[in-house]
């Protein structure tokens, strides 16, 4: 189906009966599904020494590691005095883009700290496992 025939059908299934509209371009496009596109992202991985190792991946990939650790940030969390632990990190661009996703290991905190490192990155997204 033609997507100014989709159009018009939908206009004229709104309008009071009597009422018609008429497609008015000679070349309508076609609708075509669109393949999602494969997005690469910036990783990165962190520990207490600094930055452990990085590259680039497909961003459902990543997702799935950040999801992978924060089940073993949850559990570690449970055997650590302090009460939370920051397991990832979007990082956005001074214009709200997403240009990497990074991730932690052994980043326990305590609620200050916490409120501390979400006033330093306002912008970026925290993953953070609760006891």
């Known amino acids: 189906m033609k997507i100014m025939d989709v159009i018009v059908e939908e206009l004229n299934n709104s ?5 018609k509209v008429e497609r008015l371009h000679s ?3 076609e609708i075509k599904e669109r393949k999602p596109r494969s ?3 910036k990783w990165s991985q962190w520990g207490t020494g600094g930055i452990q190792r990085c590259g680039i991946s497909e961003y459902n990939t990543i997702i799935g590691w950040l999801g992978e650790i ?6 570690c969390v449970k055997h650590n005095e302090k009460d939370h632990a920051l397991y990832g990190r979007t990082v956005h661009d001074d214009n709200g883009k997403l240009i990497e996703i990074r991730f932690y290991r052994n980043t326990y ?9 979400s006033r330093e990155f306002p912008h970026d997204t925290l993953y953070v496992a609760h006891k």
């Open 15 to 19: 309008l009071p009966e009597g009422e």
């Open 27 to 29: 070349k309508p496009h």
């Open 39 to 41: 997005r690469k992202m």
């Open 70 to 75: 924060g089940l073993e940030a949850k559990e």
């Open 109 to 117: 905190m305590n609620d200050e700290e916490l409120e501390a490192i």
